[in-house]
């Protein structure tokens, strides 16, 4: 069985509170429905695992389905059905009520309660695992929580994200053939928690011997600088970190951000600050550099820094997508996924 929390959904189940596009969407705007529903997701939740009798249930990404009526009470609801997998993907779960982030991630800015912790020492007929994707994340985790939680790593797909020809993908986005692309993006470049205010800070201040690259919403255009837009395929995403000599990811807090993985499997080297579990996915000097601050001049100091060794930015390509294969193979991430389930103890009774 397999759930999904969007509107548009491979899965043979959709699960969703989203309100049809239209007038129902507009009207979400003027009309509180939260309550009403979270418990009408909560009964089809409870109606799918009362037909499906599923042999485990894994969640992720609850709080992105917040607004829709996803809460937490779903993985309670999970329990009295299956053993549980709750993946952490930020800590949204080591937070309660509206809190979900602290400054620099640390023990001592959390309060003394969180939704994971009150989820998992509730007593229910079946037991509950957390994971989470960075070793930074799983060991906040256990000590917020109490329990163990388990390093998963997300796979990498190489039949998508590998290296490939960087003049082919240049020309599919229409970008200069020749000299220096600096990429970054998010899903919204308005997002203050992804740093582009700094970004486009520590690129005014330099050299601009190339040109800045930008995908994700919100993204305007002025001298030196290329917004995409939105890109919605893998296949494009692949392209344009093929096209790229360096991708830049200026976020201020992070957990183990897709965009690394998929700019190393490419071969192209990340610029990041070391925040979260990113210290984890770049080995400065070898796939890319970690700044040495959260601040727009640390951040233009390594990126003049790179700029002015594009040679070497190019021979790192090589170490960029050997370290993603060592990494993110789904073969081997799949090894260690059997292993924590049965060591975990989540198969049903």
């Known amino acids: 069985m397999q759930a999904a929390g969007d509107e548009a959904s491979p899965a043979r189940f959709l699960l969703t509170g989203k309100p049809p596009r239209g007038w129902r969407r507009v009207l979400e705007n003027f009309t509180d429905q939260r309550k009403k529903r979270k418990k009408e997701v909560e009964q089809r939740l409870d ?8 042999d485990f249930v894994w969640f ?8 829709w009526g996803w809460s937490e009470e779903m ?6 059905y299956a053993p549980v997998l709750w993946t952490l993907h930020d800590m949204w779960g080591l937070g309660e009520s509206d809190q979900a982030y602290w400054a620099g991630g640390k023990a001592g800015n959390m309060g003394n309660s969180s939704r994971a912790q009150r989820i998992c ?11 989470a994707p960075s070793r930074w994340l799983t060991d906040l985790a256990a000590l917020k929580v109490g329990q163990k939680c388990w390093h998963l790593p997300n796979p990498i797909d190489f039949q998508i994200y590998s290296p490939g020809d960087q003049v082919a993908a240049r020309r ?14 998010a899903d919204s470049l308005q997002d203050e928690r992804k740093g582009f205010d700094l970004l ?7 050299r601009k011997d190339g040109i800045l ?4 919403r919100n993204g305007q255009e002025r001298e030196g600088i290329v917004s995409l837009g939105s890109i919605d395929t893998d296949e494009a995403m692949a392209d344009a970190y093929r096209a790229a000599d360096l991708y830049v990811h200026p976020a201020r807090m992070e957990n183990a951000p897709c965009q690394i993985q998929e700019s190393l499997a490419c071969g192209t080297p990340v ?4 925040v979260g579990g990113i210290p984890e996915m770049i080995q400065s000097g070898e796939n890319g550099f970690l700044a040495d601050e959260v601040t727009a001049k640390s951040l233009n100091e390594y990126l003049q820094k790179a700029l002015a060794d594009v040679r070497g930015l190019r021979e790192m390509r090589e170490k960029c997508w050997r370290f993603a294969e060592e990494q993110w193979d789904q073969a081997k991430l799949m090894r260690s996924f059997e292993g924590m389930l049965a060591t975990a103890n989540t198969k049903k009774r």
């Open 47 to 54: 109606e799918l695992l009362t037909k499906e009798r599923p």
């Open 60 to 67: 992720h990404n609850l709080a992105g389905g917040g607004k």
């Open 75 to 80: 993985v309670l609801i999970a329990r009295q």
């Open 121 to 131: 020492v509730t007593t229910s007929k079946y037991p509950i695992a957390l994971t």
């Open 172 to 185: 599919r986005f229409g970008l200069p053939e020749e000299g220096v692309v600096i990429l970054a993006g």
């Open 200 to 206: 486009l800070q520590a690129w005014g201040q330099g």
């Open 213 to 216: 690259v930008l995908f994700g």
């Open 271 to 274: 610029l990041a600050f070391p």
